[in-house]
């Protein structure tokens, strides 16, 4: 990805941010949010200026039945400890949605077909948990010959270690750039 546009040729994944937030260790994930939440804004802004894709690659949470708008209900639902994040960062109109069955978001999902349609070469993934489906969507985001930006600041796992452990494979094994959003 160019230095100049890191957004060229790219789709932007925001992965799992719509969620309940309702599983163990939980409550130090959400602890984490706020900042990451704040480069997640400022990525779809940089994406929305460029009119590069937002593509939000959700968990179904075993929902089977459900379609994207049935689980951001689900998610902000009263009482539900992630509502607040799933109504501020909900898709808009113009952003596209994947629901996924398991960590990866290219596992059983359209998601490869949408991104050919899309002509998209590089991807630039976002969100939780940062050692878990971020980190398996980037591995087979790269298995796939996509060029990888996962923005420290946008990413969070249940400890800032896990995070960082994860963000230090995407760079060092998958090649990936893990340049924050925000400095750029």
């Known amino acids: 990805m160019g230095a100049d546009n890191p957004l060229a040729d790219s789709a932007v994944l925001i992965i799992d941010v719509i969620n309940d937030f309702a599983f163990p260790g939980s409550d130090q994930l959400l602890e984490q949010l706020p900042p990451v939440i704040r480069a997640i804004d400022a990525l779809r802004h940089r994406a929305d200026v460029l ?3 937002v593509i939000h690659v959700n968990d179904n949470f075993g929902r089977w039945r ?15 400890p992630g509502a607040a ?3 501020h960062l909900s ?5 596209y949605f994947v629901l996924k069955p398991g960590q990866s978001g290219f596992f059983q999902t359209p998601l490869p077909a949408l ?3 899309l002509k998209v070469k590089h991807l630039v993934l976002a969100g939780v948990a940062g050692d878990q489906c971020v980190l398996t969507t980037a591995m087979d985001a790269h298995m796939r010959d996509f060029e990888l930006w996962v923005p420290a600041d946008t990413t ?3 400890t800032p270690k896990r995070n960082q452990r994860a963000l230090d494979y995407i760079s060092e094994v998958l090649g990936g750039s893990v340049a924050p959003i925000l400095a750029r």
Not at 66 to 80: M, P
Not at 91 to 95: G, T
């Open 115 to 117: 991104l050919e349609h």
């Open 51 to 53: 009119q590069r894709p």
């Open 66 to 80: 459900s379609n994207f708008d049935q689980v951001i209900d689900y998610c902000r639902r009263n009482g539900a």
């Open 156 to 158: 969070a796992s249940i």
């Open 85 to 87: 994040l799933a109504e």
């Open 91 to 95: 898709p808009r109109d113009s952003d």
